[in-house]
């Protein structure tokens, strides 16, 4: 089983967008995929769309807490980094138990999806780069393009090749408009992200006005399934 780890520069840059694309995309190439996003917080069932809804769909799962068991192992109420949401409910991360649940699938691929950015804390002593190294065969970065991206983005990076974590690919995405005071247009950016990096850069705009399942076939247009091999 191949182990896909997709994380990100930091919250709410479209990993759960690019990892529902993948997985629509590899279902229509009839490959055996099972996504997963083994930690969520602010977590309200009631409230759709959400993360685990939303890759219940790219699955064609339907959206109950059946589902939700095959998707998610951690899963918290407050919208807080998992080690305070753990600490607070009383249900500390321990990643043994991701590594655990994890074996219960069996299919050709295995998408994970991390909670939030790369270095977020899961409880007193591990960030997500100690579960990336623990899970992944290949990891793949996401990031954006507005002010401040290419600092993250590198910086991230950077933390990464400190645990000794290549990513295998960045994905970046254009989610603002050209009105936004932030907006920096993503050639530009990924223009001067290539020098610093030497890690393949695929590109992914209007993520903002398109479905998942158009992703994917920009995605398949971009050759990502070579990056996935």
Do not use: W
């Not at 939700?68 to 919208?79: D, T």
């Not at 994970?112 to 899961?122: C, D, H, Q, T, W």
């Not at 991206?149 to 050209?178: F, G, M, R, V, W």
């Not at 223009?191 to 994917?216: D, G, M, Q, Y």
């Amino acid at each position: 089983m191949k182990k896909i780890f997709i994380t990100s520069i930091g919250t709410e840059i479209g990993k759960t967008f690019i990892t529902c694309a993948l997985t629509n995309l590899l279902k229509t190439k009839n490959r055996s995929v099972h996504t997963i996003k083994p930690v969520i917080s602010g977590f309200d069932f009631s409230k759709t769309p959400n993360d685990i809804s939303e890759i219940c769909e790219s699955l064609n799962l339907e959206y109950g807490k059946k589902n939700i068991s095959e998707v998610a192992r951690y899963i918290y109420k407050n919208p807080l980094s998992p080690d305070m949401a753990g600490r607070l409910e009383k249900n500390k991360i321990k990643i043994p138990e991701i590594q655990k649940f994890i074996k219960k699938f069996d299919n050709e691929y295995l998408l994970i999806e991390g909670i939030g950015g790369a270095l977020v804390p899961l409880n007193k002593k591990e960030i997500t780069t100690h579960l990336i190294k623990k899970t992944a065969d290949k990891t793949i970065l996401v990031t954006g393009s507005f002010l401040g991206s290419l600092s993250y983005t590198i910086s991230t990076l950077k933390a990464l090749e400190l645990e000794k974590i290549k990513p295998d690919l960045i994905i970046a995405t254009q989610k603002l408009n050209k009105d936004s005071e932030n907006y920096i247009d993503i050639n530009n950016t990924i223009k001067s992200l290539e020098n610093f990096t030497r890690i393949p850069i695929l590109k992914l705009e209007n993520v903002k006005n398109n479905s998942f399942k158009t992703a994917s076939k920009m995605l398949d247009k971009a050759g990502i399934l070579k990056y996935l091999k």
